[in-house]
């Protein structure tokens, strides 16, 4: 049987399933199928080699509907660049403040923190997301040198 919680969870994934358009759902797969984040670019260019093309513009139009609808979820670097994976992918990263380079986090520290119970019971937590921002070894050798 099902619980509450996964039938909440069933039912939002199979109504905004319905509302996705084919271009949405192109670039949702896309991104399923890559195990790292990808660019807007690196979506283009990743349709762009398929039988389908999509523009630029369509490919950030359709990345922002996938954002708004929960979907998928936008990490903005310093350098301006914009990278999305799908929202129940747990993963977190160290991003350099300076030179922009980031690296994976092993695990999920958010995993093991609780929220305090009268939130976790007035709203139905579905992801999360969670950044780290500092320098980099080599940034800080060069900064302290
Ligand atoms: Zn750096
Ligand atoms: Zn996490």
Known sequence: ???RRDQIKILLMSTSK?????????LLNELKRCTDELSG???????????????LTTVYRNLQALVKQ?????????N???LYAPVERDIHHLTCVSCG???QLKGCPVKTMHIPQKASKEFELLFHTLEYFGLCQNCSQELNA
């Open 70 to 78: 929960g979907l998928i979820r936008s990490r903005h670097l310093p």
């Open 18 to 26: 319905h509302d996705i358009t084919k271009r949405q759902k192109q």
């Open 1 to 3: 049987m099902f619980s």
């Open 41 to 55: 670019q690196d979506l283009h260019r990743k349709l762009h080699n398929g039988e389908k093309t999509m523009g």
């Open 80 to 82: 301006g660049e914009v």
């Open 101 to 103: 380079e980031t690296t």
